[in-house]
């Protein structure tokens, strides 16, 4: 299965953080689908081609803990991967989110080659996850190493 026919669901309330998670995924071939709050999530249809959700912890409406346990539970018979990304990496937070089932736990602003390694690792079969437009940025001599949405945002 390549890249371009997997699909991640990236679940945070802040904007800058949705678009720019998102926008470096779908440079190494993913489909993303964006959800700003823990309901939204939760309403989509994950149930045929969503694979990996990339889910923020303090959420609007659901915090991610909660969607965390419903997600299991609605995908019994299926494996669903989360990844907890969140600019609180308290050890409270952290252990709430491995004890609700998630698959990794990653801090904002997340370091781009982190990010890539864990989607690598959470996604079997995905060896060859530089893809095109990637390896262009790079040979061209930018390296984004981190996003910061609140920087990036001050910058615009």
Do not use: C, W
């Not at 959700?53 to 303090?58: A, G, P, T, Y």
Request: proline letters at 4%; aromatic letters at 4%; glycine letters at 6%.
């Amino acid at each position: 299965m390549t890249s371009s026919s997997r699909r991640i669901l990236v679940v945070d309330d802040d904007p800058a953080s949705n678009e720019l998670v998102a926008y470096f995924l779908k440079s190494l071939g993913y489909n993303v689908a964006i959800a700003a709050d823990g309901s939204r999530a939760l309403n989509m249809d994950l149930e045929d081609d969503i694979e990996l959700v990339i889910l923020d912890v303090h959420l609007p409406q659901r915090d991610g803990d909660e969607v965390l346990l419903m997600l299991r539970e609605r995908h019994l018979s299926r494996t669903l991967k989360v990844l907890a990304l969140t600019a609180d990496g308290s050890d409270e937070v952290r252990v709430s989110m491995q004890s609700a089932g998630a698959d990794g736990f990653l801090t904002k602003p997340v370091d781009l080659d982190v990010l890539r390694a864990e989607v690598t690792r959470l996604m079997p079969g995905e060896s060859q996850l530089e893809g095109a437009l990637f390896r262009r940025v790079r040979e061209r001599g930018v390296t984004p190493r981190s996003v910061d949405p609140r920087a990036a945002l001050k910058r615009s």
